[in-house]
């Protein structure tokens, strides 16, 4: 019982003709008669008076046009409303980030898509990185921003930038008075502000001061970025952190950044997403969006063959 079957007996009963009501659904009028003889036989009723001219609907005919539509009425108000939900659901990118990715670059990707894409909205999340993969993997964000990407079997990893990882200082902290760049040895017995042990960027800076044999006094440990910026700010200590982070404290004289001078001490940010994702038009967009504009200030573009598999 096809909804084309459902169609083709609605007409006939309306026009009371088998050749008006094939014609209407483009098959014949032996076609339209043979199909309403087999739902009479397995309906085990009559639907259709054939001995008066036109036809006649029976009692039985009239109940079955009734059910047609019905079905064919509900069956375009689902068409409308699927096509309704597809257009919201392919006019929303969904990108799940990692809180240090900045609400201020977000905000600029945001208004520059908006630009571009004025029907299309974009829907960011601020997770943990674990909760970034989790996101993506269970189809709840179309994109994830992570630092250090970490590529496997059901994430493809795109790399997008390499920021600069300095030693954020109060302005009032000695090493500030040193200059704009010191040693790395410099940072021995200081007191320090680290991220939190499972995190990937705590992994990243303990390494550091390892290779360079460098031990610091760690007072604090955060997993909220915002947390360590206040405390090196009230002087608690200093930190070692991306320098476009702090590019807000930088310009308000809260915080200085100051370089290492030591072999290059990057953070990798990538775009990560399942693999053989299709995305719709819009999610598209603001994924080659985010590949022009991979920085708007301290950091360098990542090649693909740096490090991380595609």
């Known amino acids: 019982m096809s909804y084309e079957n459902l169609k083709l007996f609605r007409d006939i009963a309306l026009t009371r003709s088998f050749s008006r009501g094939a014609g209407m659904n483009g098959v014949s009028q032996s076609a339209a008669s043979q199909q309403v003889q087999d739902l009479e036989k397995v309906l085990g009723i009559e639907l259709l008076d054939r001995s008066t001219r036109p036809l006649a609907v029976t009692a039985a005919g009239q109940l ?4 047609c539509r019905d079905v064919l009425r509900r069956k375009e108000e689902f068409e409308v409303a699927l096509e309704r939900l597809k257009k919201d659901v392919e006019g929303t990118v969904r990108v799940a980030s990692i809180y240090s990715v900045g609400l201020s670059e977000m905000v600029q990707l945001e208004q520059e898509f908006a630009r571009r894409q004025p029907e299309a909205r974009l829907e960011v999340e601020y997770l943990r990185p674990e909760k970034v993969y989790s996101a993506v993997l269970a189809d709840e964000a179309d994109l994830g921003l992570i630092s250090y990407p970490e590529a496997s079997r059901e994430i493809t990893v795109i790399p997008w930038r390499q920021e600069e990882m300095v030693v954020a200082a109060s302005p009032y902290h000695p090493l500030a008075q040193r200059g704009t760049a010191i040693a790395p040895g410099d940072l021995n017995g200081v007191d320090f502000i680290g991220f939190d042990e499972d995190l990937p960027i705590r992994r990243e800076v303990d390494r550091f001061l390892r290779e360079q044999g460098i031990e610091v006094n760690l007072t604090f440990h955060f997993d909220n970025l915002q947390m360590i910026k206040e405390a090196v700010a009230h002087r608690a200590g200093v930190s070692i ?58 950091g360098r573009r990542m090649d693909v063959t740096e490090g991380y598999s595609i």
Do not use: N
Not at 256 to 280: N, S
């Open 241 to 298: 952190m991306p320098a476009r982070i702090m590019l807000d404290e930088i310009a308000q004289g809260r915080l200085v950044a100051i370089a290492i001078a030591a072999p290059e001490l990057f953070r990798p940010l990538g775009i990560i997403h399942r693999r053989k994702k299709r995305f719709h038009r819009v999610a598209q967009a603001f994924l080659e969006l985010l590949c022009e504009k991979p920085s708007s200030g301290l």
């Open 64 to 67: 079955y046009v009734e059910f």
